[in-house]
Each structure stands twice: as C-alpha cells, then as structure tokens.
C-alpha cells in the first residue's frame, strides 16, 4: 500500500511517500522538505510532483498520514484541510499522529517517558507515555510553563529536539535524550502503525489538536 505522510505543524514541514504492506514497518520512498511560509502554496504541487517523480497518481495512494498536533494553527489547518479533501475523494483511512507521540518513539527509551517541545511564550508542549512489554500506553498531553513543567518533572526520561529544553531538564538531573525534530518519514512509521492496528479517522472526523490550557488534564486514549 502506497502511504503519504504529511506534516506542517512547524516552522518547516515535509511529505514522504512510503510503501506498506505486512506487518507494521513501512519502505519509505523519498521525504521532501516544505519551506516555512509556503505551505499553502506549496503543498499540493509538491505532493503531485512527488507522486509524479515516482510514476504515481494521487489514485495509487492507499493510505494517510498526518501531524494532528501540536503546533501551529495555521500550518497544522493547512496540512489537514488538504489530507481531508484527498481522503474523501479517495475514500482512504487517515491516521492522525501526534508530533510528541512521534518524538517519544524515535527515541526507543522505555519506562516513563515525556516529550517535549517548545511552544514559545515561555511554555512547553509535554506528552507523556509508558513503554512497556505490551508496547506504548499514552497518558496525556498538555501545556504548561517551563516553571511548571520543571517543578512537576521527576523521575522520567525527557525526550527532545530542543537545546534550551534539554539543557533546562539536565540542569534538574533530569534523564535527557535529544532527537532530531521528526521527518514526515517517522511519521509514516507511527501512521501505518496505527492503520494496521485498526487507529484510523474519517475525514470528518479529522481534526487538529492544538494543546491549549483548556486541555491541560485532558487524557488522551492510549494505542
């Protein structure tokens, strides 16, 4: 099954094309970079390009993949506004990824772990999740201060692509494992992950999730 994995949740973004099939690893095809700024205009023509480049068509695609959350509004409503009008059309299952979701897999770190990402006016986006013999169990994402989150962090592993975030949590003797921000390639990994574990949404079910205050308790359904 041919995946397209999307993500504009950030200042950058990129698309990858992925072949899935048995079991619960994808091929990745070829991931290509999105400037920030551009999404909206570049986001279509880069997907057809893509497809073209490799002898496809928007038809050949079996399966999507998407960063649902968090970051930022605008981006992240651009990327699901077009995967939405793709998968109706298509009539083809969408797995919404969390992009903290994505950080804590990549790291392989197991027990508790939290991930973390800037989320600019002096707070931070958390994900915290339990890896385990029976796999990743999610238990919330929210957003606090950088105080709040330091004075509320204890004995877990803290996951991230950001300097400042991991040298605040050493500084705490915090465990620290530093990842690159993830690709649209890891994204289609988690993505298929999800398809073939029956995790999939319609696209009117599709939404953003943005992590405001309101939704700082709010328990997320583990995988």
């Known amino acids: 099954m041919l995946l397209l994995a999307v993500d504009t949740s950030g200042k950058h973004g990129s698309i990858a094309l992925a072949r899935c099939g048995q079991g619960d690893s994808c091929e990745v095809t070829e991931v290509v970079a999105l400037a920030g700024g551009t999404f909206s205009a570049e986001l ?26 968090p970051g930022s509004f605008t981006g992240l409503r651009i990327g699901l506004t077009v995967v939405k009008a793709l998968a ?72 991230t692509p950001d300097l400042s975030i991991a040298e605040g949590a050493r500084a705490k003797g915090l465990r620290v494992i530093e990842v690159e921000r993830a690709r649209s390639d890891a994204i289609a990994q988690l993505g298929w992950k999800k398809i073939a574990a029956g995790e999939s949404v319609s696209p009117e079910a599709l939404e953003a999730s943005y992590i405001g205050r309101s939704e700082a308790e709010l328990f997320v359904k583990g995988s």
């Not at 073209?52 to 998407?66: T, W």
């Open 44 to 69: 279509v023509p880069q997907i057809a390009a893509l497809l073209e480049k490799h002898g496809f068509s928007k038809s050949d695609i079996g399966a999507f993949a998407v960063v649902a959350g």
């Open 88 to 159: 109706e059309v298509l009539a083809k299952p969408i797995a919404a990824v969390s992009l903290l979701e994505v950080l804590a897999t990549v790291s392989h770190a197991r027990g508790r772990v939290t991930a973390v990402l800037e989320a600019g006016r002096n707070e931070v986006f958390l994900g915290e999740y339990e890896f385990g013999s029976a796999g990743m169990r999610a238990v919330r994402e929210r957003l606090l201060t950088r105080e709040e989150w330091l004075a509320s962090a204890d004995e877990q592993t803290i996951v």
